[in-house]
């Protein structure tokens, strides 16, 4: 297939990208830089440098699908500043949508997130848990998820949503390298390695059972590994959703745990109360991705950690 990659230069993007290409698709990725990086677009693959209001002009008959990875992303960033999250997410992504319409490209993978749940009723959450989200990153992921299943009804697109946790891991030189940094295994790392000062361990009171936020973690191939078989099992006409995790649950105290064993260095933290807009407990089930795409993650926490290490 002749595949777009939206945010194909970022952490997700790149990888996905390049477990595109090692499949033979032929692969054409979209990214300002805003957040991705020149390098990350790899050899074999088209670059077109332009954010989603640029679509078009990477978009034409001969494309077959979309997998959307941009976005803006970051929980608290939503909290301060949601007017950039309703232009970034939902109406660059309604661009994108329009793009698609009139270039007659009718498959979408899109990259959503576990953040539309908002605070989970259930021990692990299904497809079917009501999304109730509790900051504007996630509200903005879900408008996307409302518009696509409108667009297929409407439209015919052919669309798969996949909602997912926490990622990390390496891939063959590609992992994450924000700035700023926020997510935990690559700041746990890096304090590890005596190269980010102390690690911030945010909320120690959630009602855990050792008081910090639990997370499900997959791995960045596993992830990678789930947009392709979606965008190989999608239907026209029809909009599907899939939550992607392990359907076990880490707290950031055993993260951390498992970092120090994986590396074998001692973490310096500092505990600091909560960040607005995070949930005390997310984990996926998982079951209806196995039992429809196939899918099921390969990687444990510990080869995450240890791929991200040897990245590092």
């Given at each position: ?250 707290s950031v105290r055993q993260v951390i745990d498992a970092v120090e064993r994986v590396t074998g260095r ?47």
């Amino acid at each position: 297939m002749k595949v777009l990659v939206t945010g194909g230069a970022g952490y997700i993007g790149s990888v996905v990208a390049q477990q595109l290409l090692r499949a033979d698709h032929e692969v054409i990725v979209l990214d300002d830089l805003s957040k991705g990086h020149a390098d990350a677009v790899l050899p074999g693959a088209t670059w077109h440098q332009g954010g989603l209001a640029e679509a078009a002009e990477a978009l034409d008959p001969s494309v077959d699908a979309v997998i959307h990875l941009a976005a803006k992303s970051l929980v608290g960033e939503s909290v301060e500043h949601p007017e950039r999250y309703w232009h970034g997410n939902i109406v660059a992504s309604l661009g994108l949508l329009d793009a698609m319409r009139d270039a007659g490209v009718q498959r979408m993978v899109f990259s959503s997130t576990a953040a539309v749940y908002g605070n989970p009723i259930t021990e692990t959450i299904a497809e079917d848990h009501p999304a109730a989200p509790i900051n504007p990153y996630g509200a903005s992921k879900l408008a996307i998820d409302h518009m696509l299943t409108a667009e297929a009804k409407a439209h015919g697109l052919a669309a798969v949503s996949l909602r997912y946790f926490n990622v990390g891991g390496a891939s063959d030189g590609l992992g994450e390298r924000h700035d700023p940094e926020t997510h935990l295994i690559p700041n746990l790392l890096k304090a590890a390695a005596g190269r980010g000062g102390t690690a911030k361990l945010f909320g120690t009171d959630y009602p855990t059972p050792d008081g910090t936020a639990v997370r499900d973690y997959i791995h960045i191939l596993d992830l990678a590994a789930a947009h392709l078989q979606a965008m190989e099992w999608v239907r026209p006409g029809t909009h599907e959703i899939f939550n992607l995790g392990t359907g076990v649950g880490s707290s950031v105290r055993q993260v951390i745990d498992a970092v120090e064993r994986v590396t074998g260095r001692t973490v310096p933290v500092e505990e600091h109360p909560r960040r607005a807009g995070d949930p005390a407990t997310l984990v996926a089930s998982g079951q209806k991705a196995r039992d429809v795409l196939g899918w099921a993650p390969q990687h444990s926490l510990e080869d995450i950690i240890r791929d991200a290490w040897a990245h590092l």
